[in-house]
């Protein structure tokens, strides 16, 4: 199993920084490549993609609304993936979640594909 539990979030006004972490746990996050992504549900608006990260690191991505402004990164030893996010906007709002899913290099960006799921942070961007 894995477990995964984002923190960080917070009020920030626009054109703040935030930093998101998730951290893993579990005995297959431990032993068996996962790549994590970030989605993010805004209220009345479907969940989305916002960034993934390969297990190595190597491959990112990230959804047009967020790149270059936000940077996903991972520290194996630590079992954790990072969100961080520059340049906020009111339209960042939303609650953040992290996912795992146990591919080494997983190119999907649907949240269907995602096996695993945080509880969620809420991130909020004032104007």
């Known amino acids: 199993q894995v477990q995964l539990v984002e923190s960080g979030g917070g009020l920030v006004q626009a054109g703040g920084s935030l930093r998101l972490s998730c951290a893993a746990s579990g005995r297959t996050f431990i032993y068996y490549p996962h790549t994590v992504g970030w989605f993010r549900q805004a209220p009345g608006k479907e969940r989305e993609f916002v960034a993934r990260?390969?297990?190595?690191?190597?491959?990112?991505y990230y959804a047009d609304s967020v790149k270059d402004r936000f940077t996903i990164s991972r520290d194996n030893a630590k079992n954790t993936v990072y969100l961080q996010m520059n340049s906020l906007k009111p339209d960042d709002t939303a609650v953040y979640y992290c996912?795992?899913?146990?591919?080494?290099?997983?190119?999907?960006?649907?949240?269907?594909?995602?096996?695993?799921w945080g509880q969620g942070t809420q991130v909020t961007v004032s104007s």
């Open positions: 990260i390969s297990w190595s690191g190597s491959s990112r």
């Open positions: 996912a795992a899913v146990r591919r080494m290099d997983y190119s999907s960006s649907d949240s269907g594909n995602y096996d695993y």
